[in-house]
T-cell receptor, first 118, second 109 residues
Protein backbone atom coordinates (compact mmCIF):
# COMPACT_ATOMS: atom_id res chain seq x y z
CA UNK A 1 0.00 0.00 0.00
CA UNK A 2 0.82 3.72 0.12
CA UNK A 3 0.74 4.66 -3.55
CA UNK A 4 0.57 8.26 -4.69
CA UNK A 5 -0.31 9.15 -8.26
CA UNK A 6 0.02 12.39 -10.17
CA UNK A 7 -1.71 13.51 -13.31
CA UNK A 8 -0.58 14.49 -15.82
CA UNK A 9 2.92 13.02 -15.98
CA UNK A 10 4.05 15.77 -18.27
CA UNK A 11 2.47 18.83 -19.80
CA UNK A 12 3.49 21.44 -22.34
CA UNK A 13 1.57 24.68 -22.40
CA UNK A 14 1.76 28.16 -23.85
CA UNK A 15 2.85 31.10 -21.77
CA UNK A 16 -0.09 32.73 -20.01
CA UNK A 17 -2.22 29.63 -19.69
CA UNK A 18 -3.09 27.80 -16.47
CA UNK A 19 -2.20 24.21 -15.70
CA UNK A 20 -3.75 21.96 -13.06
CA UNK A 21 -1.82 19.05 -11.54
CA UNK A 22 -3.61 16.40 -9.49
CA UNK A 23 -2.11 14.40 -6.66
CA UNK A 24 -3.99 11.37 -5.36
CA UNK A 25 -3.31 8.93 -2.55
CA UNK A 26 -4.68 5.71 -3.99
CA UNK A 27 -4.88 3.35 -1.04
CA UNK A 28 -4.63 5.51 2.05
CA UNK A 29 -5.96 8.73 3.48
CA UNK A 30 -3.72 11.75 3.64
CA UNK A 31 -4.66 14.69 5.82
CA UNK A 32 -1.49 16.42 4.72
CA UNK A 33 0.01 16.63 1.26
CA UNK A 34 3.13 18.50 0.24
CA UNK A 35 3.98 20.14 -3.06
CA UNK A 36 7.61 20.36 -4.15
CA UNK A 37 9.37 21.84 -7.13
CA UNK A 38 12.67 20.69 -8.48
CA UNK A 39 14.73 22.58 -11.01
CA UNK A 40 17.39 20.64 -12.94
CA UNK A 41 20.35 19.54 -10.83
CA UNK A 42 18.87 21.08 -7.70
CA UNK A 43 17.30 19.67 -4.60
CA UNK A 44 13.60 19.49 -3.96
CA UNK A 45 12.15 22.78 -2.77
CA UNK A 46 9.01 22.68 -0.66
CA UNK A 47 6.41 25.03 -2.10
CA UNK A 48 3.48 24.50 0.22
CA UNK A 49 1.86 22.23 2.74
CA UNK A 50 -1.71 21.31 1.98
CA UNK A 51 -4.08 20.29 4.76
CA UNK A 52 -7.44 18.75 3.96
CA UNK A 53 -10.27 21.19 4.49
CA UNK A 54 -8.12 24.23 5.20
CA UNK A 55 -5.95 26.73 3.39
CA UNK A 56 -2.50 25.68 2.30
CA UNK A 57 0.60 27.00 4.03
CA UNK A 58 3.04 28.45 1.54
CA UNK A 59 6.79 28.67 1.92
CA UNK A 60 8.48 32.04 1.81
CA UNK A 61 8.88 33.29 -1.72
CA UNK A 62 6.10 31.15 -3.20
CA UNK A 63 3.22 33.23 -4.58
CA UNK A 64 -0.05 31.81 -3.28
CA UNK A 65 -2.06 33.61 -5.97
CA UNK A 66 0.04 32.04 -8.68
CA UNK A 67 0.20 28.52 -7.29
CA UNK A 68 -3.34 27.67 -6.19
CA UNK A 69 -3.66 24.63 -3.98
CA UNK A 70 -6.88 22.86 -3.17
CA UNK A 71 -7.11 19.86 -0.85
CA UNK A 72 -10.79 19.07 -0.96
CA UNK A 73 -10.66 15.46 0.16
CA UNK A 74 -8.44 13.07 2.08
CA UNK A 75 -7.19 11.55 -1.15
CA UNK A 76 -6.87 14.48 -3.56
CA UNK A 77 -4.89 17.69 -3.70
CA UNK A 78 -4.54 19.90 -6.76
CA UNK A 79 -1.93 22.47 -7.71
CA UNK A 80 -2.89 25.02 -10.34
CA UNK A 81 -0.13 27.08 -11.90
CA UNK A 82 -1.91 30.21 -13.08
CA UNK A 83 -0.66 32.33 -15.96
CA UNK A 84 2.33 30.07 -16.42
CA UNK A 85 5.58 31.49 -17.76
CA UNK A 86 8.73 29.78 -19.05
CA UNK A 87 10.46 30.26 -15.69
CA UNK A 88 7.74 28.05 -14.14
CA UNK A 89 8.99 25.12 -16.20
CA UNK A 90 10.04 22.55 -13.65
CA UNK A 91 9.41 19.13 -12.17
CA UNK A 92 6.52 19.31 -9.69
CA UNK A 93 6.30 16.52 -7.14
CA UNK A 94 3.67 15.90 -4.50
CA UNK A 95 3.89 13.74 -1.44
CA UNK A 96 1.32 12.56 1.05
CA UNK A 97 1.59 11.79 4.71
CA UNK A 98 -0.24 8.66 5.80
CA UNK A 99 -2.63 9.09 8.72
CA UNK A 100 -2.21 5.53 9.91
CA UNK A 101 -0.55 5.02 13.27
CA UNK A 102 3.16 4.38 12.97
CA UNK A 103 3.39 5.87 9.48
CA UNK A 104 2.83 9.49 10.38
CA UNK A 105 6.45 10.45 9.81
CA UNK A 106 6.70 8.88 6.39
CA UNK A 107 5.96 10.70 3.19
CA UNK A 108 5.03 8.86 0.04
CA UNK A 109 5.95 10.59 -3.18
CA UNK A 110 4.07 10.84 -6.41
CA UNK A 111 5.94 10.20 -9.67
CA UNK A 112 6.14 13.89 -10.51
CA UNK A 113 4.79 16.11 -13.26
CA UNK A 114 7.15 17.74 -15.73
CA UNK A 115 5.84 21.12 -16.81
CA UNK A 116 7.26 22.89 -19.84
CA UNK A 117 5.98 26.37 -20.59
CA UNK A 118 6.71 27.63 -24.09
CA UNK B 1 19.05 28.40 10.62
CA UNK B 2 18.28 24.95 9.35
CA UNK B 3 20.88 23.25 7.21
CA UNK B 4 21.67 19.89 5.68
CA UNK B 5 25.15 19.18 4.27
CA UNK B 6 26.14 16.29 2.06
CA UNK B 7 28.82 15.90 -0.62
CA UNK B 8 27.88 17.05 -4.09
CA UNK B 9 29.28 14.08 -5.96
CA UNK B 10 30.98 10.76 -5.28
CA UNK B 11 32.45 8.10 -7.54
CA UNK B 12 32.74 4.41 -6.74
CA UNK B 13 33.46 1.13 -8.49
CA UNK B 14 30.95 -1.59 -9.25
CA UNK B 15 31.02 -4.23 -6.50
CA UNK B 16 32.61 -1.89 -3.96
CA UNK B 17 31.21 -0.15 -0.87
CA UNK B 18 30.47 3.56 -0.57
CA UNK B 19 29.45 5.71 2.38
CA UNK B 20 27.53 8.94 1.85
CA UNK B 21 27.66 11.30 4.82
CA UNK B 22 25.08 13.85 5.91
CA UNK B 23 25.23 16.41 8.70
CA UNK B 24 22.20 18.38 9.80
CA UNK B 25 21.18 21.33 11.91
CA UNK B 26 17.45 21.67 12.48
CA UNK B 27 14.98 23.29 14.84
CA UNK B 28 14.02 20.17 16.71
CA UNK B 29 14.47 16.73 15.23
CA UNK B 30 11.96 14.00 14.44
CA UNK B 31 14.00 11.70 12.28
CA UNK B 32 16.07 11.53 9.13
CA UNK B 33 15.30 10.07 5.72
CA UNK B 34 17.43 8.87 2.89
CA UNK B 35 15.91 8.89 -0.59
CA UNK B 36 17.22 7.69 -3.93
CA UNK B 37 16.42 9.70 -7.01
CA UNK B 38 17.18 8.68 -10.57
CA UNK B 39 17.37 11.47 -13.12
CA UNK B 40 13.94 12.71 -14.14
CA UNK B 41 12.10 10.65 -11.55
CA UNK B 42 10.58 11.32 -8.14
CA UNK B 43 12.56 10.28 -5.06
CA UNK B 44 12.01 6.81 -3.66
CA UNK B 45 12.22 6.04 0.02
CA UNK B 46 15.29 4.15 1.26
CA UNK B 47 15.40 4.52 5.05
CA UNK B 48 14.16 6.35 8.11
CA UNK B 49 16.18 6.71 11.33
CA UNK B 50 15.00 8.38 14.50
CA UNK B 51 17.06 6.50 17.10
CA UNK B 52 20.84 6.31 17.26
CA UNK B 53 22.40 3.35 15.57
CA UNK B 54 22.55 1.39 12.37
CA UNK B 55 19.55 0.17 10.38
CA UNK B 56 20.32 -2.47 7.78
CA UNK B 57 18.15 -3.23 4.79
CA UNK B 58 19.73 -5.57 2.33
CA UNK B 59 22.61 -3.87 0.52
CA UNK B 60 21.73 -0.50 2.06
CA UNK B 61 22.34 0.57 5.67
CA UNK B 62 21.73 3.88 7.37
CA UNK B 63 23.31 5.20 10.54
CA UNK B 64 22.28 8.04 12.82
CA UNK B 65 24.00 9.89 15.66
CA UNK B 66 21.62 12.47 17.12
CA UNK B 67 24.23 13.93 19.46
CA UNK B 68 26.52 14.64 16.51
CA UNK B 69 23.82 15.66 14.03
CA UNK B 70 25.24 13.09 11.65
CA UNK B 71 24.00 10.30 9.44
CA UNK B 72 25.42 8.15 6.71
CA UNK B 73 24.06 5.86 4.03
CA UNK B 74 26.16 2.81 3.30
CA UNK B 75 25.77 1.01 -0.01
CA UNK B 76 27.40 -2.40 -0.41
CA UNK B 77 28.05 -4.56 -3.48
CA UNK B 78 27.46 -1.59 -5.72
CA UNK B 79 25.60 -2.15 -8.96
CA UNK B 80 25.47 0.09 -12.00
CA UNK B 81 21.78 0.74 -11.31
CA UNK B 82 22.79 2.38 -8.02
CA UNK B 83 24.00 5.38 -10.02
CA UNK B 84 21.62 8.09 -8.82
CA UNK B 85 21.33 11.05 -6.51
CA UNK B 86 20.94 10.27 -2.82
CA UNK B 87 19.02 12.81 -0.80
CA UNK B 88 19.28 13.25 2.94
CA UNK B 89 16.30 14.94 4.62
CA UNK B 90 15.65 15.71 8.29
CA UNK B 91 12.28 16.26 9.93
CA UNK B 92 12.14 19.33 12.13
CA UNK B 93 9.92 20.06 15.13
CA UNK B 94 7.05 21.10 12.81
CA UNK B 95 7.30 17.80 10.97
CA UNK B 96 8.59 19.56 7.87
CA UNK B 97 11.23 17.93 5.73
CA UNK B 98 14.49 19.85 5.41
CA UNK B 99 16.25 18.61 2.29
CA UNK B 100 19.92 18.33 1.47
CA UNK B 101 21.02 19.17 -2.08
CA UNK B 102 21.70 15.52 -2.82
CA UNK B 103 24.83 13.51 -3.56
CA UNK B 104 25.28 12.34 -7.12
CA UNK B 105 26.76 8.86 -7.03
CA UNK B 106 28.60 7.71 -10.14
CA UNK B 107 29.34 4.00 -10.43
CA UNK B 108 32.15 2.91 -12.72
CA UNK B 109 32.61 -0.62 -14.07
Amino acid sequence: GAVVSQHPSWVICKSGTSVKIECRSLDFQATTMFWYRQFPKQSLMLMATSNEGSKATYEQGVEKDKFLINHASLTLSTLTVTSAHPEDSSFYICSARDTREGLENEQFFGPGTRLTVL
Amino acid sequence: GQNIDQPTEMTATEGAIVQINCTYQTSGFNGLFWYQQHAGEAPTFLSYNVLDGLEEKGRFSSFLSRSKGYSYLLLKELQMKDSASYLCAAIDSNYQLIWGAGTKLIIKP
